[in-house]
């Protein structure tokens, strides 16, 4: 069984860093992408940044400058870190793992809230 847990969520004031980690333990091979989506109040789920194997990343446009996101493949671990954060990232936010063992899998973490406001 697989299992994804999230930390770093919070509240914190515009302008202010958090920094996300989600990592994924238990029978979990051949990760490919790794990444994080959000969805605020009555929004649909968006991504937000995904990263490969090899390194290659992609970030929505309201996020670039601001946010990075990385991966420790011995750890299978995703960070995002947050920067100069605004009300607007306000959201639930969850990992998102995919790859491909025998056949292709996803798995989503529980999600965790970040809170932008003064």
């Known amino acids: 069984q697989v299992q994804l847990v999230e930390s770093g969520g919070g509240l914190v004031q515009p302008g202010g860093s958090l920094t996300l980690s989600c990592a994924a333990s238990g029978s979990i091979f051949n990760i490919d992408a790794m990444g994080w989506y959000r969805q605020g109040p009555g929004k649909q789920r968006d991504l937000v940044a995904d990263?490969?194997?090899?390194?290659?990343?992609d970030y929505a446009d309201s996020v670039k400058g601001r946010f990075t996101i990385s991966r420790d493949n011995a750890k299978n671990t995703v960070y995002l870190q947050m920067n100069s954060l605004k009300p607007e990232d306000t959201a639930v936010y969850y990992c998102k793992i995919s790859g491909k063992h025998f056949r292709e899998y996803i798995y989503w973490g529980q999600g965790t809230q970040v809170s932008v406001s003064s």
């Open positions: 990263i490969t194997t090899a390194g290659r990343t």
